[in-house]
């Protein structure tokens, strides 16, 4: 596909449980970025990777949120013992390169709904 | 801190009048700016950016931004509105450096353009 995508769409879990989100970035894109948006917010960011390693992870909230890249293109988002407050929408971005001083644009996905009862 | 504002939750237009949506910032550092759009159910799709030259950027379907240092403002335009406008849209601003890498998104503003 030409965009990003993520799956799945929607997910409903009960508090406790794991998840996992997974994101395909554009093809070629070095870059990769997952940012949550609470209703009524804008996106807040979570991590970034460079290739296979987290380059920045300083907006995950907690050890509870994990991600991972490891062969540099697809990634998943993992969460543990899931809260009630992780409901949101998980969004995927990719950009050609590097970030820094890039001026690379970064391209969404259409976010994954998670909703924890 | 770098932060971004958007003063308006909601900006309600008739179809035919000029738009603006208004976002202003606060970065140390010359900032990179960005206009995103977001339509139900769906993500975030990029309108244009400012990163040097010209303060006015040229962006889809129609919009244009007016970058203004002195004010520290971004606000995006258009001059004729359509009913299709009517969408979220986020201003966001970055940092360059070697160790940015995030966007910050401001909380954005809800366009309703009426017929």
């Known amino acids: 596909g030409a965009g990003v995508s993520q799956t799945p769409s929607n997910k409903v879990t009960e508090k406790g449980k794991y998840v996992e989100l997974r994101c395909d970035p554009i093809?070629?894109?070095?870059?990769l970025y997952w940012y949550r948006q609470s209703l009524g917010q804008g996106p807040e960011f979570l991590i970034y990777f460079q290739g296979t390693g987290a380059a920045d992870d300083s907006g995950l909230p907690n050890d509870r949120f994990f991600a991972v890249r490891p062969e540099g293109s697809v990634s998943t988002l993992k969460i543990q013992r899931t809260e009630r407050g992780d409901s949101a929408v998980y969004l995927c971005?990719?950009?050609?390169?590097?970030?820094?001083?890039?001026?690379?644009?970064?391209?969404f996905g259409p976010g994954t709904r998670l909703t924890v009862l | 801190a770098q932060s971004v504002a958007q003063p308006e939750d909601q900006v309600n237009v008739a179809e035919g009048n000029p738009l603006t949506v208004k976002c202003t910032y606060s970065v140390s550092g010359n900032p990179y700016l960005f206009w995103y759009v977001q339509y139900p159910n769906r993500g975030l799709q990029f309108l244009l950016k400012?990163?040097?030259?010209?303060?006015l950027v040229k962006g889809s379907y129609g919009f244009e931004a007016e970058f203004n240092k002195s004010q520290t403002s971004f606000h995006l335009k258009k001059p004729s509105a359509l009913v299709s406008d009517s969408a979220l849209y986020f201003c966001?601003?970055?940092?360059?450096?070697?160790?940015?890498?995030?966007?910050?998104f401001g909380s954005g503003t809800r366009l309703s353009i009426r017929p």
């Open positions: 400012y990163i040097t030259g010209d303060n």
């Open positions: 093809s070629g894109h070095t870059a």
């Open positions: 966001a601003v970055r940092v360059p450096s070697s160790s940015a890498s995030k966007i910050i």
């Open positions: 971005a990719s950009s050609l390169r590097p970030s820094g001083s890039s001026t690379d644009t970064q391209y």
